[in-house]
């Protein structure tokens, strides 16, 4: 099976340096006009929750991370699979490149459950399965870290990376339905219910506004590390020279 060739197209490292370096001012204040307006509707609009007080805001920013934590890796293995059938390059600079950002989402998400569970729970801490999992999902973010670093060539390592990546995808599923297949402490879905939401509108707009911010903000930080990425592995060609020398 091949792929379109305008995909070959937009993955040549110099056509994409060009391209993301165009769009990652827009991306940037996309992020920054959503995560604004996301702040000021979560944290002093959104009216106080009947149950959990203030504490619930918290929620703002711990689920778009368990998210993004999810959405990254899934990205990080779809990249890292096509750069392992087809061998595009730039799919392998995409998947090294999101692997510390859906990190750093996904202990983001694991510090505020822990700051949200304290007073919901009584407890920073249970082995429970959605916290389980997702802690698991950690470790093979920084399992992929280590594993591309160990590897000198960045072929081998991107294909060794690949792999661990499309492994650990199982998780996922386990993640996104503990809480339906186990009894757990952790409580159920409210946004994605196939109903409807089982949160109030006040609270679910701001959740959502934080949500496309977060997501965002990934895209701009994931350009703005694979143009970083890209120069690096072709700074003997002839177009990044000519790149340096405009920019120096």
Known sequence: MKLPAIVHKFSSPQNFYVM??????????ACLLFMISGLYYGLIEAPADYQQ?????IMFIHVPSAWMSMFVYMVMAISGGIGLIWRIKLADVVASSSAPIGAAFTFLALAT??????????????WDARLTSELILLFLYLGFIALQASIEDPRNA?????VLALVGVVNIPIIHYSVEWWSTLHQGPTVTKFDKPSIHISMLIPLLL???AFKFYYATSVLMRARNEVLLREQNSR?????IANES
């Open 158 to 162: 991107a294909r060794a990376g690949a």
């Open 20 to 29: 993301a370096g165009k769009l990652i001012p827009w991306l940037g204040w």
């Open 53 to 57: 007080g203030e504490s619930y805001r």
């Open 210 to 212: 934080m949500a496309v």
């Open 113 to 126: 459950g822990s700051l949200w569970g304290k007073p919901m729970w009584g407890a920073w801490w249970v």
């Open 239 to 243: 177009w990044v020279k000519e790149v």
